[in-house]
């Protein structure tokens, strides 16, 4: 069973808390992704469970075991680093077989001292040999790099040194595949390629993949579930979708998402009209009524509003079913055009945002224009606490 349990997991170097109190219960065959910036303690978790680095407190389970002080080699779990970390003189068939090499030559050894039996030894070193090179050439056609075994490492593209990283792992049939930031040295096209392939060898091989990375969007295209991180906290774990329409705070409404969602300090108050939120220098937007429930705690308070940047539009372009009535006026910053879309970078009162707005848009820099708000799309978040107190419809 590749189940892997997380409980109560502190990890301490000296007076730095480098994860606090992790709890994580990830199914077998199932895809996590952790992920949050640069420090958060995502590869300790890993290094953690792949028995790298000794915990401090707590326990971690592989299936029903507590591997707490299980050497690493006992774990049955495959780790893939960033750098792909290839032996550079050997072939990449022999950089394939390498640990399974080293453990059936182990086994041996110690058969032999203990058996004294050189003839049966012989036999089974054949037949080690064998089955060697059966899962070699079995990682390599499922990787396509057959023909790439007879090479070395430095003859290889940046993408096929990837793949015989990720075959290196695979031969050794583990429970659980560790994969820490495997695609950052590939250029754009080869990561998205890759990231596929990935996604592809989960669904073939059927075992558990905890993937770390720093990029949201890699986060959201391959983990069946993403626990979002920061400061050795985790502050979330979610299907990919929830996460993005339902975070549980500010943190993980700002990080998940590409252009980040917009935020904007908010007064919370009420009128015989309704609810409003009312930005100041900004705008004054009304609160959908089955968002002002929970809002109404906050009357007279200021909270966080947050909207993302494809709730906004161009009233000429408005998708089927948006709401038209609230409109925001403001200045064109900025546009980047991305061909599917174009973001709009506005200006108002010393304030920057960003919509995602259709392609056929004409706008130029320096235009006042009158965009449509989706409020039934808004979210609004603790300003103390950045808990979220109503998040997307
Ligand atoms: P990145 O995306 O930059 O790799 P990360 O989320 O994987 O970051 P970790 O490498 O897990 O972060 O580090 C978490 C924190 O623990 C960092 O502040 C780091 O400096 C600290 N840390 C990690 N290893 C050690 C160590 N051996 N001694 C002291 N501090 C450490």
Redesign the pocket.
């Given at each position: 069973m590749g189940s892997i349990r997380f409980e109560h997991v502190y990890k301490r170097?000296g007076d730095?808390t480098?994860l606090t109190d992790l709890n994580l219960h990830i199914e077998d065959q199932e895809f996590l992704v952790l992920v949050?910036p640069?420090?958060?303690?995502?590869?300790?978790a890993l290094r953690c469970l792949a028995g790298l680095e000794e915990i401090s407190q707590g326990a971690i389970y592989l299936g029903d075991r507590m591997v707490n002080h299980l050497p690493p080699k006992d774990r049955d779990i495959a780790m893939v680093f960033q750098s792909y970390a290839l032996y550079p003189h050997m072939s990449v068939y022999d950089n394939l077989a390498f640990s399974l090499r080293l453990r059936s030559r182990t086994s041996l050894v110690r058969k032999l001292l203990a058996l004294g039996f050189h003839r049966a030894a012989y036999h089974r070193i054949k037949a080690t040999e064998a089955d060697i090179d059966r899962r070699v050439r079995n990682a390599a056609a499922i990787l396509d790099i057959e023909h790439l075994l007879g090479r070395k490492p430095k003859v290889l593209s940046g993408g096929q040194r990837q793949r015989v990283a990720l075959g290196r792992a695979m031969v050794r049939n583990p429970r659980v595949f560790l994969m820490d930031e495997p695609l950052s040295n590939l250029d754009a096209k080869l990561r998205v390629q890759t990231r596929t392939e990935i996604s592809k060898l989960h669904q073939r091989l059927k075992t558990t993949f905890i993937y770390?990375t720093?990029d949201q969007t890699e986060a959201m295209t391959m983990g069946s579930r993403i626990a979002v991180m920061r400061d050795g906290v985790v502050q979330q774990l979610d299907v990919p979708q929830r996460l993005y329409d339902h975070p549980s705070n500010q943190f993980v409404a700002g990080f998940i998402g590409s252009p980040a969602m917009n935020f904007f300090e908010a007064q919370v108050s009420r009128t015989e009209e309704g609810w409003w939120f009312h930005i100041p220098n900004l705008f004054t937007l009304p609160i959908p009524a089955e968002k002002a429930a929970p809002l109404g705690a906050y009357a007279g308070e200021t909270v966080i509003f947050g909207i993302r940047p494809e709730d906004l539009h161009d009233p000429q372009h408005l998708p089927a079913g948006v709401n038209t009535e609230v409109r925001i006026r403001a200045t064109v910053e900025v546009m980047e055009r991305m061909g599917s879309e174009i973001y709009v970078y506005f200006e108002k009162g010393g304030r920057e945002f960003v919509g995602r707005f259709d392609p056929r848009v004409t706008l130029q820099r320096g235009d006042q224009v009158e965009a449509v708000i989706d409020m039934e799309k808004m979210h609004a978040f603790d300003r103390t606490t950045g808990e979220a107190i109503a998040t997307r419809a």
């Open positions: 170097f730095f480098a949050g640069s420090g958060c303690g995502k590869t300790t770390v720093h």
